[in-house]
């Protein structure tokens, strides 16, 4: 793909990975062009023949939504509004969730409900097509208002303030106005509204997390197949019949998934001395499957809300209708954030016991899967890290969703923290990803003492791992890796 039209038609989380992966120019349709200068005249003339007061127009804010703003001070409003609410803290959203949350920005204004300028929009999309991407800081949205504080740093630029990374290096937003033959951009009436008001700091969150999880899952399969034939374990419970006869698609999903990944192994096929297998591995379908039915929940609420209208007042210039209400409040992501958390802890907490199980000196298997277990620890230390990891992850699972706090003098007096849900889910992932690589890790190192092969697939994995990660005879330093093998399952599998 070299080129992306925004059409205001529905856009797959799979179209939005293709997109992103891509690199593609995004541009804006002559529908979509058409449908926001509808919406921003009809606005103008709204502001300059009437009197009504429409809130975050020729309102104040918040609690200050009944106090008048004169004509004259409509445009200064707005970027009072910015200046004000850019007031981030914490560590800095990483930049492939920033270009995300530029793109996400431009979807939701380009529909033509939102009064945003054509400029502003373009200019959003100049910055992502160029990876200008804005300093913006994980603390400070409540996921309720819109996410204020991180939009507020996504927008700074436009008008010249804040701090971009360009080429790689940080530099005042100025600067990257001036390279590039820029001017700031003149917020009109409700623009500063617009920019803030939205949740695309949890839906970038979010969609990435999605993607990620489905990566993951995929990947745990393929790994734990690994696991199952260096344990020495069994086919039976992968079954079709035993697992169709539940009725959990993702459990038949995942019994289909291991099948298909051992066909053709001699390992799986050989007499095996023991009747059933630990849960680890005898109940993969069940958990596996489980958190792939928690994935496609959650995959199907993000995708409504990257194709969504999320800013407040909502405009409908065709019915003469200013609509204040609440599609700025992220309770939809804050929950399945929370749950697609929980679903993907439990494929890392899963993993982690696989690893211990094979660890244990059992199954024809070293202790600690080294040749000479006393003189070396071998592999003992790896599933401490794992089990450290899997009991922080337990800890981030702790739902963010159910709490909230009053704001704005109590006109915003329930909010959803689906930013602090999205913040979360991000460590979470990155964990699965750190976990995923010890048991590859350990998976292949106890593969390596067995002479039967497996399946063609789990073969083509362990010879690609090998190029990068070597067996390990004697006591080393294993950080390096472990480091190893999570840069492998997070980009080479």
């Given at each position: 793909m070299t080129a992306f039209e925004i059409n205001n038609d529905w856009i797959t989380l799979s179209e939005l990975e293709n997109i992103i992966s891509s690199n593609c120019t995004v541009t804006l349709s002559e529908k979509a062009k058409t449908e926001i200068n509808n919406c921003r005249a009809y606005l103008d003339e709204k502001v300059q023949h009437s009197d009504q007061l429409i809130y975050g127009i020729n309102t104040g804010f918040g609690s200050l939504c009944n106090t008048?703003?004169?004509?004259?001070?409509?445009?200064?409003?707005?970027?009072?509004?910015?200046?004000?609410?850019?007031?981030?803290?914490?560590?800095?959203?990483?930049?492939?969730?920033?270009?995300?949350?530029?793109?996400?920005?431009?979807?939701?204004?380009?529909?033509?409900?939102?009064?945003?300028?054509?400029?502003?929009?373009?200019?959003?999309?100049?910055?992502?097509?160029?990876?200008?991407?804005?300093?913006?800081?994980?603390?400070?949205?409540l996921g309720a208002s819109g996410d204020l504080a991180p939009l507020a740093h996504l927008s700074l630029p436009l008008l010249g303030e804040g701090e971009v990374y360009m080429n790689g290096e940080k530099v005042a937003s100025s600067v990257f106005l001036s390279k590039h033959n820029l001017?700031?951009?003149?917020?009109?009436?409700?623009?500063?509204?617009?920019?803030?008001?939205?949740?695309?700091?949890?839906?970038?969150?979010?969609?990435?997390?999605?993607?990620?999880?489905?990566?993951?899952?995929?990947?745990?399969?393929?790994?734990?197949?690994?696991?199952?034939?260096?344990?020495?374990?069994?086919?039976?419970?992968?079954?079709?019949?035993?697992?169709?006869?539940?009725?959990?698609?993702?459990?038949?999903?995942?019994?289909?998934?291991?099948?298909?990944?051992?066909?053709?192994?001699?390992?799986?096929?050989?007499?095996?001395?023991?009747?059933?297998?630990?849960?680890?591995?005898?109940?993969?379908?069940?958990?596996h499957g489980a958190s792939k039915d928690t994935i496609d929940h959650c995959a199907t609420i993000v995708e409504r809300e990257i194709n969504a209208v999320t800013d407040n007042p909502t405009v409908f210039y065709d019915e003469d209708d200013v609509v204040s209400a609440g599609n700025f409040h992220g309770q939809p992501l804050a929950l399945v954030m929370d749950f697609l958390a929980i679903a993907m802890a439990e494929m890392g907490s899963i993993s982690e016991r696989r690893v211990y199980k094979l660890i244990s000196g059992t199954r024809g298997l070293p202790a600690f899967l080294v040749a000479e277990p006393g003189l070396n620890s071998g592999f003992m230390i790896p599933q401490y890290t794992a089990a450290s990891i899997v009991s922080q992850n337990k800890q981030l699972c702790s739902p963010a969703s159910v709490d909230t706090i009053d704001s704005s003098n109590g006109q915003e007096d329930h909010v959803s923290m689906g930013a602090n849900a999205a913040t979360k889910l991000y460590r979470v992932i990155d964990n699965c990803y750190t976990i995923q690589g010890i048991e590859l890790l350990n998976a292949a190192q106890g593969m390596d003492f067995r002479t039967e092969k497996s399946s063609p697939s789990i073969e083509n994995l362990r010879s690609n791992y090998r190029k990068h990660v070597p067996f390990v005879k004697d006591d080393c330093y294993l950080h390096p890796l472990i480091q190893k093998s999570k840069w492998f399952v997070t980009t080479q599998i």
């Open positions: 008048a703003i004169s004509r004259e001070d409509l445009e200064k409003l707005q970027s009072n509004l910015v200046l004000s609410h850019a007031c981030g803290a914490g560590e800095e959203v990483p930049q492939a969730i920033v270009k995300r949350m530029l793109l996400l920005k431009a979807f939701g204004l380009s529909h033509g409900n939102s009064g945003a300028q054509l400029e502003t929009i373009e200019r959003l999309l100049y910055m992502y097509n160029n990876s200008i991407l804005p300093v913006v800081y994980q603390q400070g949205s001017a700031p951009i003149a917020l009109r009436s409700k623009e500063g509204l617009a920019l803030l008001n939205g949740t695309q700091f949890m839906s970038s969150y979010g969609s990435y997390a999605v993607a990620n999880s489905i990566k993951l899952w995929n990947q745990f399969n393929l790994i734990g197949a690994l696991s199952l034939e260096a344990y020495d374990g069994r086919l039976n419970p992968f079954q079709s019949n035993v697992n169709e006869i539940r009725n959990q698609l993702g459990q038949i999903e995942t019994a289909k998934t291991f099948y298909a990944n051992l066909a053709g192994s001699e390992m799986i096929t050989r007499h095996k001395d023991h009747v059933q297998d630990p849960y680890s591995f005898r109940c993969i379908p069940q958990v």
